[in-house]
């Protein structure tokens, strides 16, 4: 039966906009956009942790299923397909806004409309729809509005967002039961202000639900069956899901990614269409995405379940007694890197720490109190900690730089002597120091461990018109600003193409060209050695068709990266970064890039793009790292 929804006062409605109108762009989407299935998979799964049902001895469940609607089930269409042309009206001078209203309403005519529906299960479900108050008006009608404290994951209220960013009609349907039987529903449009059917200019955020007020629907007879619930909960419907073939990949390998202390603790199992993430299942997932180098999960399980222990309480100014425990694995391909996880066992950031050998490690903020304290120093995406963002940054730095400097003292215990000749190239150590006074993370030098007979170096000349160029700068230059103001040709003898900057190094020593294909044997005899193509070279010519490539550290103490590349012809793809290492590289950690002045969308595999790259012209960028380093970096270009 088809419900008239004026008849029943249950019908779209924007409210009148009485100030500014309101555009297309949201800041708070603006937050997620750059890895929308992180924040989709991030935020759900987190307030379903904070809303765990603490009657029920059984760990925290959230669905994710993908449903293919039956358009005419939609909530109040033929309504929202009238807003969504009063929106087409308005955006005729936003191209952006124009092409996104014109596919929404091509996806509203069509026979069925894609929908994610986000379930959780064994949880307290939103109390408060009845009297306005409560969970559900912060998660559906408050906008940066957040009361959770102590250990739970959000803080800034706006985490509601990250489905938004998934959904190709900006819109999502909230359901739920909470624990005395009450039910509600209601839906949450995120368009632009526009003129409605009385002439009068809205805002930007209309609901679905009662039209008095705005309020939930109490009585969910008057909607599709497929929007009710029988279990105490939440229901989370993104209208209009954008649906990649490999949704449900990147889906599965984001909670392992993110949650994977949730899960190996028994505390959170995540259901993925068909496809089990629990304790159980656990080993045989993380093994499924290990021939990728970039998934860092694999490492950081091992290290749960094989890496040294280490726990201690650590005691600030009204932040009480509080535990943390340290996971750490010790191997050679190991990446380097602690894993940051706050108690409900949700993953904040990866920090590196500079050492001689390979590691990774899992921190487990115990204590409520630090948990609540460092809740305060994260953004909105809660992807980092940054002691500024705190109401007492002095303190904020004093307990960050304890604890970092607790967990590095803790890895260099496990530094033998075995584990540091692995990566000690034969003869250098007796040269070079062991401690960079720049870095104050790395271990004191022990002398008892030092080779004290000098030893033969063996020297062999390279082809540089064979290596694949990268350079990193030696000091601060220009900004980026400064930078992206010039043209195409930059006036610095640090930015050569490759082959002018090979041929003013050949140059400057005075080598001739069949100089570069000899070596030097033991007794300091000039010997010939076969002139073979440096493998790493032919490869990437092969795949990623790039003429020239450069890359130099502009803003060391921001983790900013000027880079230039050139092709031969016009190319589409996707951009990976690597930070070289002494016998391997890893993923670069990007926060974001910049193209010709836009921002270019970062996957969640670490691939940057899509990006266009026009043939014979030099194409400028602006990479940011996560971390304030300065690294020589690699890029490889994966075309379409």
Known sequence: MVVNFLQEKVAWKFPINEGESEGFNDPGMETFRGNPIDGLTREPCQNSLDAKNEQLDKPVEVHFNLHYLSSDKFPDRESFIKTLEACCERSKNDKKALEFFKNALRLMKSEVIPILKISDFYTTGLEGAENKSGNWQRLVKSVGVCVKSGTSGGSYGIGKYAPFVCSQLRTVFYGTKDLSGKMAFQGVSKLMSHENAEGKETRRTGYFGDVHDYQPILDLSAIDDFFHRSEEGTDIFVAGFKAESDWEQNVIRSVLEHFIVAIFENRLIVRVGNTEISSKTLPELIKSFTSDGEFLAAKYYKAL??????SKTFTFENTGSNLVDLYVLTEKDCPKKVSMFRSTGMK?????????????GVLIVRGDKLNEFLRGMEPPAHDKWNPELHDNPSLAKKIQKSIENWVSEMIDTLATDEKLEELDIDGLSQFLPFRSKNDDLSFEAN????????????IELVNRSQVLKVYSADSEVASASEISN???TVESEDF????????????KRGRASDESDTKFSDKGKRT????????????QSKTTGLKSRMIKCIKPQEGVYFVRLLTD???????????????????APIKSAIHNGKTVPIKSNGKIGPIKLTGGQSEQLFITLKDSLRVSLEVILHAN
Not at 305 to 310: E, L
Not at 348 to 354: A, G, L, S
Not at 569 to 587: A, P, Q, R, S, V
């Open 496 to 507: 050569f193409s490759d082959n002018d900057k090979n041929n003013s190094d050949s140059n």
């Open 569 to 587: 012809t016009d190319t589409e793809g996707f951009l990976n970064f690597y930070i070289m290492g002494e016998e391997n590289k890893e993923l």
């Open 447 to 458: 002398t008892e461990g030092l080779k004290k007979d000098p030893k033969e170096i063996q």
């Open 305 to 310: 379940t094989s890496g040294k222990s280490f």
């Open 486 to 488: 010039r043209d195409n």
């Open 348 to 360: 904040i950031y990866d920090k590196r720490y500079r050492k001689t050998f390979g590691y990774s």
């Open 528 to 539: 010939e050695r076969p002139k073979t193509p440096n493998p790493i070279q032919s490869k």
